[in-house]
């Protein structure tokens, strides 16, 4: 593989290709400072992903917007029956949408919440599909490409559910997520599930109703045998809890209380074993508490000041459980095509490539349903993702999309020169 890597970093559509990359770098980063201005909360991505839209029309690219707002072309290749493969960067970004955004700049280095994860790929993503047109390359295989919604946090992978679930069931056979900078080659998904748990009851005044079942000591509860789950190294498993709230006063007893509740693994046999857990611990929870105060019941019950107003029947806590992610294990072989080719693509072209088996990223979504995927970095260097310090660094930038350009002419095949690596799927 890696001497067609070699002989397809020799065509002359490439070479010019990343000329152009090389020549319009300037371009690219102005149009990344561009986006990165535009809010793109994850499920409120609309205005920049219709401002991207409007990038690409204005440059000639007649894109599709879907039901959801991911955007892409379609580079038609040469042969039917040649691959298809799908590369996106995703528009989302997991500030909220009324924080300030400014790029500021110190020591080359510029700052600016998004500006690398994943604005970075967004634009840059743009750059590659004006290379790949005035440079003549023509894939054999059709390259579907552009920028997608929903990949962070609660956005739960929403555009790529879209994409494959609905409009895509068939005939994507490839996929490249840009997300993030660098040469890391990430070929599998970490699953996820998370919920938000309300436990809610009649509440009262934490003296003169003494004895009312108690929603914060239910969750209370529920939390500590949370904590103690045991779960196995490998396939990596973890668990956590990541918000809690409710309550209105020192002096009275919760009326409703929630958490939201994070459990992810590499192994899908793994996740379901804690998600099942997880469903007992509240049961159990909420039993014991409505159990402990059910048992005192004569003690206290005539204290009661909502006696009468609430029937006794109802001085229970309940729970609702909602589930707000669901991302699905992917796994994949180090041994897959794809990977192979990612590899040789980036020792061909000097890089050192760094490999993760497992990441929470768009590419869960076709790998768990069998497409070979990867996400892959693209040019420059980034730091600070998710923090209100993220950084960004404009240096080199086509160097970074040039290695994906070789990595699609490997994918898709090149007319005249080579045939696809990857099968098309049927
Ligand atoms: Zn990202």
């Known amino acids: 593989m890696r001497e067609l890597f070699d002989r397809l970093q020799q065509v002359p559509e490439f070479k010019k290709a990343c000329e152009i990359l090389k020549a319009e770098e300037d371009r690219?980063?102005?149009?990344?400072?561009?986006?990165?201005?535009?809010?793109?909360?994850s499920r409120f991505e609309e205005k920049r992903a219709l401002h991207y839209q409007e990038m690409l029309e204005a440059e000639g690219f007649k894109t599709c917007r879907d039901a959801v707002n991911n955007v892409y072309y379609t580079f038609k290749g040469t042969d039917p029956n040649a691959p298809t493969v799908y590369m996106t960067a995703h528009i989302d970004t997991v500030f909220p949408m009324d924080t300030p955004l400014a790029i500021t700049e110190k020591d080359g280095v510029y700052y600016c919440p998004g500006i690398g994860d994943d604005t970075a790929s967004l634009a840059q993503v743009f750059g590659i599909m004006r290379a790949i047109r005035d440079s003549g390359l023509k894939f054999k295989g059709d390259l579907i490409i552009g920028g997608n919604v929903g990949e962070e946090g609660l956005g739960d992978l929403y555009g790529m559910k879209h994409f494959f679930f609905k409009d895509h069931p068939t005939g994507i056979d490839g996929f490249i997520t840009v997300d993030g900078n660098g040469d890391h080659v990430t070929y599998g998904g970490t699953g996820s599930y998370r919920y938000e748990v309300t436990f809610r009851g009649p509440g009262g005044h934490s003296n003169g109703d003494f004895g009312m079942p108690n929603p914060i000591f239910a969750m209370?509860?529920?939390?500590?045998?949370?904590?103690?789950?045991?779960?196995?190294?490998?396939?990596?498993?973890t668990f956590s809890i990541g918000v809690v709230d409710g309550g209105t006063s020192v002096n009275s007893i919760a009326i409703t209380c929630r958490m939201l509740v994070d459990m992810r693994s590499n192994g899908k046999a793994e996740l379901d074993a804690v998600d099942e857990q997880f469903h007992r611990i509240i049961a159990e929870a909420v039993a014991e508490e409505n159990g402990r105060w059910a048992r005192d019941k004569e003690k206290y019950s005539d204290k009661f000041t909502m006696k009468g107003a609430v029937p006794l029947c109802d001085r229970v806590v309940?729970?609702?459980?909602?589930?707000?992610?669901?991302?699905?294990?992917?796994?994949?072989?180090?041994?897959?095509?794809?990977?192979q080719a990612a590899k040789s693509a980036y020792e061909s072209m000097g890089l050192e490539p760094q490999f993760s088996p497992a990441g929470s990223v768009d590419a869960n979504i076709p790998i768990s349903i069998g497409i070979p995927g990867l996400a892959v970095g693209c040019g420059g260097k980034a730091g600070g993702a998710h923090s209100a310090g993220e950084w960004f660094i404009p240096d080199n930038i086509s160097a970074g999309q040039a290695k994906l350009v070789l990595l699609l002419m490997g994918l898709l095949g090149v007319e005249g020169v080579s045939d696809p690596l990857l099968p098309k799927r049927g």
């Open 318 to 339: 309940e729970v609702e459980i909602k589930k707000v992610g669901d991302r699905p294990v992917a796994n994949q072989g180090f041994d897959a095509t794809i990977v």
């Open 28 to 41: 690219t980063w102005k149009e990344h400072q561009e986006l990165v201005l535009i809010p793109a909360f």
């Open 220 to 237: 209370g509860r529920a939390i500590a045998k949370y904590s103690e789950l045991d779960v196995p190294n490998s396939p990596k498993t």
